[in-house]
């Protein structure tokens, strides 16, 4: 048997143990026993599921045209107008993110940051 390191956020870590401490297992048996029923599982549904549930999760970015008409109306009127802009707060609500993990480096800039 080897052993691999990995890491958990250490909220879910503590969290996952807790439940399953509460039920008389612990955090490593429990990760052992799914990774067994992964490799033991002859449905393709059950792979498909799980494959699907690990998928990265992508945002779609949503533009103006995604609004219904009449607020999309609403707000184009907003950024058009011209004078006080204080009513214009807010116009682009759910149109800009920023990823999770903006601040993170590149890893493309790993070998400058050493």
Not at 51 to 71: A, R, S
Not at 90 to 114: A, R, T
């Amino acid at each position: 048997m080897t052993t691999k390191a990995f890491f958990i956020d250490a909220d879910l870590e503590s969290r996952a143990s807790a439940v399953l401490n509460g039920i008389g297992i612990n955090l490593q048996d429990a990760i052992v026993d799914y990774l067994n029923k992964i490799v033991q599982s002859d449905n393709s549904q059950t792979i498909a599921e799980l494959k699907k549930e690990h998928q990265p999760e992508t945002k779609k970015v949503m533009t103006l045209n995604d609004l219904p008409k009449e607020e999309r109306e609403r707000r184009l009127k907003i950024i058009h107008t011209k004078g006080p802009r204080s009513e214009a707060r807010g116009v682009l609500k759910d149109l800009v993110w920023m990823s999770d993990d903006f601040d993170e480096p590149l890893d493309c800039m790993k070998e400058y940051m050493e």
